[in-house]
């Protein structure tokens, strides 16, 4: 089963910019679309970004369109997920997995944005 680390996290002012990365193990990565998803406080999961296996296609949910950017390297079997002009509603853990999910869930990373 693929295992899934996410890291970057962190407290940062309204404004600010955060890289989060997803270390997924297993040769299963290359093939998955990837995605982002946060889960705050008393809400459902959402998911915010997608990426396809090439990378030639992104998507991104509209509360974060145009701020957030994902990426990806197969090589290192990793996803990235550049978040610039954080807002306090982003707060939130955040995760990665398959789109649509396909295997356990990681421990997700905090992301607090606070004045």
């Known amino acids: 089963q693929v295992q899934l680390v996410e890291s970057g996290g962190g407290l940062v002012q309204p404004g600010?910019?955060?890289?989060?990365s997803?270390?997924?193990?297993?040769?299963?990565?290359?093939?998955?679309?990837?995605?982002?998803?946060?889960?705050?406080?008393?809400?459902q999961r959402e998911l915010v970004?997608?990426?396809?296996?090439?990378?030639?296609?992104?998507?991104?949910?509209?509360?974060?369109k145009g701020r957030f950017t994902i990426s990806?390297?197969?090589?290192?079997?990793?996803?990235y997920?550049?978040?610039?002009?954080?807002k306090p509603e982003d707060t939130a853990v955040y995760y990665c997995n398959a789109d649509p999910p396909g295997t356990s869930w990681g421990q997700?990373?905090?992301?607090?944005?606070?004045?």
């Open 49 to 64: 970004a997608t990426i396809t296996t090439s990378s030639l296609g992104t998507r991104y949910s509209d509360s974060v």
């Open 81 to 86: 997920l550049q978040m610039n002009s954080l």
């Open 108 to 115: 997700g990373t905090q992301v607090t944005v606070s004045s």
């Open 72 to 79: 990806r390297d197969n090589a290192k079997n990793t996803v």
């Open 16 to 20: 600010g910019s955060l890289r989060l």
């Open 22 to 43: 997803c270390v997924a193990s297993g040769r299963m990565f290359s093939i998955w679309t990837m995605g982002w998803y946060r889960q705050a406080t008393g809400k």
